[in-house]
């Protein structure tokens, strides 16, 4: 049987977890609410203050998804409880970031500045010219729009240029040597 998937997912008080038809999950908490449906070979129940992830037999595509299923339901929980946020650090001369009211603009070294909208449940804090926290509920849409904001100027291995995570590693290459 799965590691994870079947550990039982503590719900916090505050936090109510709605089970509703074809494995539809409700998650309502402080700092929102998040829906999703998952398979319907797992049975997802909740028991007292926990939910429950089980699977109905042993076959690899059921097996796969027992694990998922219950870490995308723990991130639910964990998301409307404290939320997720990930840091972009920008390096370069001339590389900076500035935010007015929910729009951010972004000078990487292009010919046009590129401007970032605040979407529904994401939002930038920009405590300094080089540095952006994307906070949200969902895990997964702070780490696409996180990834979205990096592609824009990926870092390089020559200067370390770009727009990276703060924990990321810039593997760095030696340049031209000159004679």
Same mark, same amino acid.
């Given at each position: ?81 404290? @939320?997720?946020?990930? +840091? ?7 590389? %900076?970031?500035? !935010?007015? &009211? =929910? ?56 200067? @370390?240029?770009?727009? +990276? ?7 760095? %290459?030696?340049? !031209?040597? &000159? =004679?």
């Amino acid at each position: 049987m799965s590691r994870i998937g079947r550990m039982p997912i503590a719900v916090p008080a505050g936090v109510t977890v709605t089970i509703g038809e074809g494995n539809a999950v409700t998650v309502k908490g402080p700092k929102g609410e998040l829906t999703q449906s998952f398979a319907t070979c797992l049975e997802i129940k909740q028991e007292g203050a926990e939910v429950v992830v089980t699977r109905s037999s042993d076959e690899k595509e059921v097996r796969a998804l027992h694990g998922l299923t219950r870490a995308i339901i723990n991130n639910m929980v964990v998301g409307v409880t404290n @939320g997720f946020s990930k +840091k972009l650090e920008i390096v370069g001369v001339g590389y %900076k970031v500035e !935010k007015a &009211g =929910k729009k951010m603009t972004l000078s990487l070294g292009h010919s046009h500045p590129i401007y970032v909208e605040e979407s529904a449940g994401i939002t930038f804090d920009v405590p300094d010219a080089n540095t952006i926290i994307v906070n949200g509920i969902d895990k997964q849409v702070v780490g696409q729009v996180a990834a979205q904001i990096r592609s824009y100027r990926k870092p390089e291995p020559y200067h @370390g240029k770009g727009v +990276k995570y703060s924990d990321e590693r810039i593997r760095r %290459k030696a340049g !031209k040597t &000159g =004679k």
